[in-house]
Nanobody, 124 residues
Framework: QVQVVESGGGLVQAGGSLRLSCAAS????????MGWYRQAPGKQRELVAT???????NYADSVKGRFTISRDNAKRTVYLLMNSLKPEDTSVYYC??????????????????WGQGTLVTVSS
């Protein structure tokens, strides 16, 4: 079973930095886009940043210039470096990956996989 697991959340003061990591595991034939989303209490989940297998990136306007998404294809890991954090960045951050799973019979299927989330709290 394929999965992604996030790490790196925590409590930080405004203006500080954190780096989130998300590692994919399982019987994976390939990984297409990977990304980070976040959901604050009482709000809908929103896109933070995405990155394609080729390295093309996309950011929400609210994080442009402060957050950087990157990936290590060999490690099947995506990162989110968050600088100049603001209290409004406080959310649960979720990793998302579009993966091609290879099963024991040799066939494959495309899956969209979400992590369990990691909490980022920015104090003012």
């Amino acid at each position: 079973q394929v999965q992604v697991v996030e790490s790196g959340g925590g409590l930080v003061q405004a203006g500080g930095s954190l780096r989130l990591s998300c590692a994919a595991s399982g019987s994976i034939l390939g990984i297409n886009a990977m990304g980070w989303y976040r959901q604050a209490p009482g709000k809908q989940r929103e896109l933070v940043a995405t990155i394609t297998s080729g390295g093309s990136t996309n950011y929400a306007d609210s994080v442009k210039g402060r957050f950087t998404i990157s990936r290590d294809n060999a490690k099947r890991t995506v990162y989110l470096l968050m600088n100049s954090l603001k209290p409004e960045d406080t959310s649960v951050y979720y990793c998302n990956a579009e993966m091609i799973e290879l099963n024991s019979k040799g066939s494959s299927r495309l899956l969209e996989v979400w992590g369990q989330g990691t909490l980022v709290t920015v104090s003012s």
